[in-house]
């Protein structure tokens, strides 16, 4: 009768936003962790099930890198939503402005029926809140772009901090004795 080897496991289950997903399968694989399922999340993401040996050799220090892994992988992720927080802050407040704007145009032309001067009033002020809904488009724009040129020189040493930290983990993983 032959002897079948018995190798324990720890599982993990993750939930990544879906851009996310092959970072997150890249940086788990590199600490010995194996994807045996993808499965959908709610709201967009994915729900990343790994396996990994339990007795798989320099575990605490791969441990110790998957932490500081994890978060440089969060440290990367907030700064690339930091781009466009205050952009979309100012749109919404902005277009809120320009939404009343609109608003009291037509509120004025309607509600102060026969009268010439409230219509003309009215339908320039209607203008008005139209070209404000548009400049805020731009103005958003601007306001990104120029927040991202600010925060690139951060996100990619943060990148490059993830990147060295994951290559740490592989070769950690394929060393033999410490």
Same mark, same amino acid.
């Given at each position: @009768?032959?002897?079948?080897?018995? *190798?324990?496991?720890?599982?993990?289950?993750?939930?990544? /936003?879906?851009?996310?997903?092959?970072?997150?399968?890249? !940086?788990?694989?590199?600490?010995?962790?194996?994807? #045996? $399922?993808?499965?959908?999340?709610?709201?967009?993401?994915?729900?990343?099930? @790994?396996?990994?040996?339990?007795?798989?050799?320099?575990?605490?220090?791969? &441990?110790?890198?998957?932490?500081?892994?994890?978060?440089?992988?969060?440290? %990367? $992720?907030?700064?690339?939503?930091?781009? #466009?927080?205050?952009?979309?802050?100012?749109?919404?407040?902005?277009?809120?402005?320009?939404?009343?704007?609109?608003?009291?145009? @037509?509120?004025?032309?309607?509600? *102060?029926?026969?009268?010439?001067?409230? !219509?003309?009033?009215?339908? %320039?002020?209607?203008?008005?809140?139209?070209?404000?809904?548009? %400049? $805020?488009?731009?103005?958003?724009?601007? *306001?990104?772009?120029? /927040?991202?040129?600010?925060?690139?020189?951060?996100?990619? =040493?943060?990148? =490059?901090?993830?990147? &060295?930290?994951?290559?740490?983990? &592989?070769?950690?993983?394929?060393?033999?004795?410490?």
């Amino acid at each position: @009768m032959q002897e079948k080897d018995f *190798i324990g496991y720890e599982y993990k289950t993750v939930s990544v /936003k879906a851009k996310d997903r092959t970072k997150a399968t890249d !940086m788990y694989e590199a600490f010995g962790w194996e994807i #045996t $399922n993808a499965a959908p999340a709610p709201f967009g993401g994915a729900a990343l099930s @790994m396996k990994r040996d339990r007795h798989i050799r320099h575990k605490q220090e791969l &441990n110790k890198l998957q932490r500081r892994a994890e978060d440089a992988f969060a440290s %990367v $992720n907030e700064l690339e939503r930091a781009k #466009t927080l205050g952009a979309r802050i100012f749109a919404c407040i902005f277009g809120c402005f320009a939404a009343l704007v609109l608003g009291g145009g @037509m509120s004025l032309t309607m509600c *102060i029926q026969d009268s010439i001067p409230a !219509m003309a009033g009215g339908i %320039v002020l209607g203008i008005i809140g139209i070209a404000l809904c548009i %400049v $805020n488009y731009f103005l958003y724009q601007k *306001i990104a772009a120029r /927040k991202s040129a600010a925060l690139l020189s951060l996100i990619d =040493e943060a990148e =490059e901090e993830f990147a &060295n930290i994951l290559e740490q983990g &592989n070769e950690l993983l394929h060393t033999e004795l410490i």
